[in-house]
């Protein structure tokens, strides 16, 4: 066969069984080239494992777990648009993005801060993959992540006082009580309350 049969029937396979088709895949396949070097959940799945390697000393394992919820629902963004279980680096363009930036919120009712995250965690991995000389452009530069500011209203003293006196029905609502009151006379967010160890508590000078 001549050179363009050659490709014309690798272009035609990757059609007949719905895979991810351009220029760039049909060389690497023809060349021989490794082409899941360059693929986004492969790269993901990588940073995912050296990320773990730092937790807990540098990382939390909350943080940690968000990488692996977006990496999954990138997943299954992939296989439901695409067909395939794994998307090259190099395919990826805004459009690309955005598409992912629709199905969180419309799969998953996301709110749009929520989805944000989640675009900031994929920009996170993708950027790894540019310092690592894997893919050249930066399809996330062009995309603008909408979000909204959270309107967290606050409660009043007399508001605090109700809780504080209220008797709860169980041990476990008494202690889910201690730890909202805590929060609230603290400023502490949930995530460095659940992290306090008895190491953390010291007398103060006063």
């Known amino acids: 066969d001549s ?3 050659n490709i014309t029937k690798m272009y ?9 088709v351009s220029a760039i895949l049909l060389k690497n396949e023809l060349f021989s080239i490794d082409d899941r070097k360059m693929a986004i959940l492969d790269h993901w799945d990588e940073f995912n494992k050296t990320y773990a390697l730092k937790v807990p000393k540098y990382y939390s394992k909350a943080q940690l777990d968000r990488y692996i919820k977006t ?4 997943g299954d ?11 090259p680096l190099t395919l990826i363009t805004t459009g690309f993005i955005k598409d992912f930036y629709d199905y969180l919120i419309l799969t998953y009712k996301l709110h749009i801060n929520t989805v944000a995250k989640h675009m900031q965690v994929f920009h996170t991995v993708f950027s790894q993959a540019i310092d690592h000389g894997r893919v050249q452009h930066d ?8 979000t909204q500011k959270p309107d967290r209203g606050f409660l009043t003293k007399q508001e605090i006082n109700l809780i504080w006196n209220k008797q709860m029905t169980s041990e476990r609502l008494e202690q889910i009580k201690d730890v909202f009151l805590f929060s ?13 160890t008895p190491k953390n508590i010291v007398d103060g000078q006063d």
Do not use: M, S, W
């Open 71 to 74: 990496r999954k629902r990138l």
């Open 139 to 146: 399809p996330f530069r062009p995309f603008k992540c909408p």
């Open 3 to 5: 050179f363009e049969d």
């Open 77 to 87: 963004f992939i296989k439901l648009k695409f067909h395939t279980n794994d998307y």
């Open 12 to 20: 035609e396979e990757k059609v007949k069984r719905l895979e991810p």
């Open 184 to 196: 609230c006379l603290t400023g502490f967010a949930y995530i460095a309350v659940k992290q306090l």
